[in-house]
């Protein structure tokens, strides 16, 4: 079964303290994977595409990577507006719109 | 307005209601997409439109109606729902890109329903 695990489930940071939070899927066939960030009252934001091990992608104190079993979203001297639920999703290549969500790695940075 | 539109953003209905969702797209897509996103799960997909066709229904309950008049709009009609079926639902949409290529989906900010 196509499965996606995001840890930890929850993390504090102090501003400034750069961590990482991890992705990892069991999928039959992997298309891409997707990073997005989700603020309270809000759907989620779009942040990162990829494609293919190896591969990585920046935005601002952002960073994601990819291998074959895992992500990681790499935060570098986070700030409070950094502070979100950050989504990994998974689409695979036994359905066109087959998207797969995991429950999220919900960030609290402290000023 | 621009992006993904849904309303009503907060919802509060009894379980013999009927009442309806609206989401609406203003950036051309030609695929939109119901989810349910609840407490400690991931996002599940329920529906799934791609040029007014409907394309995917995860098993979801015969309650949950959708309806797609045209690539800019869907709405989700609810009837006899369970207070179970309490959720932020949302609606998002995304280009619908030749096969093997990959796409993102644009999430509206969602409508929080409570059944009681």
């Known amino acids: 079964e196509d499965q996606v695990t995001q840890s930890p489930e929850a993390l504090r940071l102090q501003e400034g303290e750069s961590s990482s939070l991890n992705c990892s899927y069991t999928v039959s066939g992997l298309r891409g994977l997707f990073w997005y960030r989700q603020d309270p009252g809000k759907g989620p934001e779009f942040l990162f595409t990829?494609?293919?091990a190896g591969e990585e992608k920046e935005k601002e104190r952002l960073k994601a990577t990819l291998t074959k079993k895992e992500s990681f979203l790499h935060i570098t001297a986070p700030k409070p507006e950094d502070s979100a639920t950050y989504l990994c999703?998974?689409?695979?290549?036994?359905?066109?719109?087959?998207?797969?969500f995991g429950t999220g790695t919900r960030l609290k940075v402290l000023a | 307005e621009t992006g993904v539109t849904q309303t009503p953003r907060h919802l509060v209905m009894g379980m013999t209601n009927k009442k309806s969702l609206k989401c609406e797209q203003h950036?051309?897509?030609?695929?939109m997409y119901w989810y349910k996103q609840s407490a400690k799960k991931p996002l599940e997909l329920m529906f799934v439109?791609?040029?007014?066709?409907?394309?995917e229904n995860n098993s979801v309950p015969s309650r949950f109606s959708p309806e797609c008049p045209n690539s800019s709009h869907l709405f989700l009609h609810l009837h006899t729902l369970q207070p179970e079926d309490s959720a932020l639902y949302l609606c998002?949409?995304?280009?619908?890109?030749?096969?093997?290529?990959?796409?993102?989906?644009?999430f509206g900010p969602g409508t929080r329903l409570t059944v009681t």
């Open positions: 998002a949409s995304s280009q619908d890109p030749p096969a093997g290529d990959l796409y993102e989906q644009y």
């Open positions: 950036l051309g897509h030609n695929a």
């Open positions: 999703a998974v689409q695979v290549t036994s359905g066109t719109y087959k998207y797969i």
């Open positions: 990829l494609y293919s």
């Open positions: 439109y791609n040029f007014k066709e409907q394309t």
